[in-house]
């Protein structure tokens, strides 16, 4: 089994800044890519940014230059650095990984439970 622990939520005043840190553990091959993604009340679930194992990243229009995606491969950890925070940005933050259990199987999404980023305005 796969387990990812998100951790570093919380409330932010606008302007502020937060970090998300997201660690996978259990039965792990290889990851590629990691992310994260969020949903506000009432929306879909949309893609924040993803890292490679190698380094690249994506990122929504959105966020482009207000939060960097950075991974520790060594730890299957993941992290979001989010800066100059907007009342638009609260949401409920999910990491996501795409997993290979072993060298022959397949990657399989595995999510972690969400944590909650609200910026007051």
């Known amino acids: 089994q796969v387990q990812l622990v998100e951790s570093g939520g919380g409330l932010v005043q606008a302007g502020g800044s937060l970090r998300l840190s997201c660690a996978a553990s259990g039965s792990i091959f290889s990851i590629n890519p990691m992310g994260w993604y969020r949903q506000a009340p009432g929306e879909q679930r949309e893609l924040v940014a993803t890292i490679t194992s190698g380094g690249t990243t994506t990122y929504a229009d959105s966020v482009k230059g207000r939060f960097t995606i950075d991974r520790d491969n060594a730890k299957n950890t993941v992290y979001l650095q989010m800066s100059t925070l907007k009342p638009e940005d609260t949401a409920v933050y999910y990491c996501?990984?795409?997993?290979?259990?072993?060298?022959?199987?397949?990657?399989?999404?595995?999510w972690g439970q969400g944590t909650q980023v609200t910026v007051s305005s």
């Open positions: 996501n990984a795409e997993v290979r259990r072993s060298y022959w199987g397949s990657y399989s999404p595995y």
